[in-house]
């Protein structure tokens, strides 16, 4: 009688092929994981210019019913004025800079009515973020922290 002892060779290659779809799966899981974590901390630069924006418009939001928006431009009643600059890259406030490195922003105006109560909301898409310059004839590249809030005006 022989001895059974040891795998065959049937089997290791089995076993070959199982741990090598497990590591390449880890490898994968891997290269996603650090791709976002880079992502993440290159939106970190841009979430100060974001909050200084944020934190002067709602103070306007909330103390004014009305305002004239256009696409570049909201004026409120009480005379504070916000203007995106797209050569200079930059969001102003009353002629003060509030925010840089402003790749792309723009402002709409809707009008929505919820229980009898007409709610004028501003709604601004904006994007944060720096161009990678490339040669000449090249497309721009860079990231970007892009999103869109809706501000209700004062209604009370």
Known sequence: MKSEKGITLTSLVIYIIVLSIFIATLALINTFFFENIIEIKEQEKYAPEFNKFAMFFIKDVKNNERAIVTESTVTFEDGNIYEYNSQEKQIYRNKTVIAKQVQ?????????????????????????????????????????????MRFVLKYW
């Open 104 to 148: 792309d922003l723009s402002f709409n105006y809707e009008q929505t009515i919820i229980d009898n109560t007409t709610k004028n909301i501003i709604v601004v898409d904006i994007s944060l973020g720096e161009k990678k310059v490339l040669n000449e004839g090249e497309a721009e590249t860079g990231k970007f922290f892009t999103t869109q």
